[in-house]
């Protein structure tokens, strides 16, 4: 979709001749630091080409009209300043309205409504993070527009809160910070508890990072996700009966070693290394990226996914046969499967000349063992979520 082209259903939808002004906001993938952040660890997440784009003008009144090409069915989904609740029948646009309330609620002012169309390219159900996508961009294109002052980091926690309090979504921070302060060719080191960052230099040259949608609907992930948080408090409670942490992500390998024993159920106890390992990995990983050692972080990658697959147990089958596959592809870096899982993508590594070969090889293998195919999409590390400038 060209710019023009949204601009021409801009227009068609609300008000033939406009110049709208654009924003968009990156995707995320996540490259290592799985089921990190409601431990108190380390995620490293990148910010990615797709995402959603968001046209807007502000209107003379103070009602607000909101438009998705996505979900073209639901309409413009109209509402006023006045009355931002939460409504069932306003689906998707609830993401939008949640980061306007609560913008407002911050004590910022918006003098009238807007009219807003969003577009957005992020793959259906693959794990990409389009609903913290649709709040930065909204949140981008209030402080723009509106000319509020907003610190970048209190807006990523303003979209959190939609998240948690409006929505209902039990999430951690780690996509909005991505989109939020994401960085061209660059990943980003991310402390969930105190938000310190860095970033690590990740320009790939002659490699590619490319995903993997199992297509699997991740119908396990809600249930297993809050048994395994379950599980990571009642570890953390063992250990809390020697170790002075708030978090298993304060616990380094050698303390897990030598306490793993106060951990009383053994699943627990296969959890909670899964997270002190992890963590430790997310550290290393900074550091071979900013060596420039790239098949160095691929086996960082690699052994993500067999912890995620035997201590953590979130993959499944279809993550970890098209993982697999993927390994066994020539010149792979590294792959992991990406996000709560249960379904949904994983992430590979590899050439920029096998990218033909290897969807193909991989995907053969998937469709045998799984029954049905995968898609593949190629995406760069892209930057933060911004106003773009057309003219």
């Known amino acids: ?170 999430s951690g921070i780690m996509d909005q910070f991505a989109i939020g302060m994401g960085k061209k060719d660059h990943a980003l080191l991310l402390n969930c508890q105190t938000l310190d960052y860095q970033y690590a230099p990740l320009a790939l040259d002659q490699h590619v990072i490319i995903m993997m949608n199992t297509n699997k609907r991740r119908t396990l992930a809600g249930s297993k996700y809050n048994e395994r948080r379950i599980q990571c408090e009642f570890a953390l409670k063992d250990l809390q009966t020697k170790l002075d942490i708030n978090h298993l992500g304060d616990v380094t390998k050698d303390q897990f070693e030598q306490h793993k024993h106060l951990i009383t159920d053994e699943i627990n106890r296969k959890r909670a290394k899964h997270v002190v390992y992890e963590n430790a990995r997310t550290i290393e990983a900074l550091e071979k990226l900013q060596q420039h050692d790239l098949f160095g972080f691929g086996a960082l990658m690699n052994q993500s996914h067999l912890s995620l697959q035997n201590d953590y147990e979130v993959t499944g089958h279809e993550l970890d046969t098209i993982t697999k596959a993927a390994w066994e592809q020539d010149g792979v870096v590294g792959a992991r499967m990406t996000g709560a899982g249960f379904g949904g993508c994983a992430i590979a590594i590899i050439p920029i000349e096998q990218i033909d070969s290897f969807r193909q090889n991989v995907n053969r293998i998937y469709q045998k063992k799984v029954g049905y195919e995968a898609t593949f999409y190629t995406a760069t590390i892209g930057d933060e979520a911004k106003e773009l400038s057309i003219w």
């Not at 910010?47 to 968001?54: D, E, V």
């Not at 609560?102 to 990409?128: C, F, K, V």
């Open 1 to 170: 979709m060209t710019i023009p082209e949204l601009i021409n259903e801009f227009n068609k939808q609300f008000s033939a001749g406009a110049t709208p002004r654009i924003f968009f906001a990156p995707g995320r993938i996540n490259l290592i630091g799985e089921h990190m952040d409601y431990n108190g660890g380390h995620v490293f997440p990148a910010a990615i080409s797709f995402g959603t784009y968001a046209l807007a003008t502000k209107r003379t009144d103070q009602k607000l009209r909101f438009y998705s090409m996505n979900f073209p069915e639901t309409g413009i989904v109209e509402c006023d300043l006045s009355n931002l609740a939460y409504n069932d029948e306003h689906d998707w646009a609830n993401y939008s309205k949640g980061m306007i309330h609560y913008m407002m609620e911050e004590g910022h002012t918006l003098s009238h409504g807007a009219d807003i169309l969003y577009y957005g390219n992020i793959p259906n159900g693959a794990g990409l993070s389009s609903s913290a996508s649709i709040e930065m961009v909204t949140g981008i294109l209030l402080e723009s527009m509106y000319q509020l002052k907003k610190d970048r980091i209190r807006m990523i926690q303003v979209g959190q809160q939609v998240e948690n309090e409006y929505i209902g979504v039990n």
